[in-house]
């Protein structure tokens, strides 16, 4: 099984980005999908999640401003960031806390991060 997070870049503040992840192996179902962000300095934190049937959980910060979604026949999740600020800058990363795939279960997998950089 393997998260293969893509998307990431510069931009300018006011700029949007869309980040996808996808998984492959096998895979049958994911449970929920989220994605975290970890800033120099700073703990990892999470971002955004979304369960499989499409219920959405986003920290106070985004709200408004990023939106998560997913395709579960392509088990990806993207997030769409708009008006994009410098404190968004961050190494954003996929997580998927339970998957189903053809051998087993696999939980807590995390996908490899995304660099973001909001400057101008």
């Known amino acids: 099984v393997q998260l293969q997070a893509s998307g990431g870049g510069l931009v300018q503040p006011g700029g949007s980005l869309r980040l996808s992840c996808a998984a492959s192996?096998?895979?049958?179902?994911?449970?929920?999908m989220g994605w975290y962000r970890q800033a120099p300095g700073k703990q990892r934190e999470l971002v955004s999640s979304?369960?499989?049937?499409?219920?959405?959980n986003y920290v106070d910060s985004v709200k408004g401003r990023f939106t998560i979604s997913r395709d579960n026949a392509k088990n990806t999740v993207y997030l769409q960031m708009n008006s994009l600020r410098p404190e968004d800058t961050a190494v954003y990363y996929c997580?998927?806390?339970?998957?189903?795939?053809?051998?087993?279960?696999?939980?807590?997998?995390w996908g490899q991060g995304t660099e973001v950089t909001v400057s101008s």
């Open positions: 979304i369960t499989s049937d499409g219920s959405t």
């Open positions: 192996g096998s895979i049958i179902s994911i449970n929920v």
């Open positions: 997580r998927a806390d339970r998957i189903y795939y053809h051998y087993g279960v696999a939980y807590d997998y």
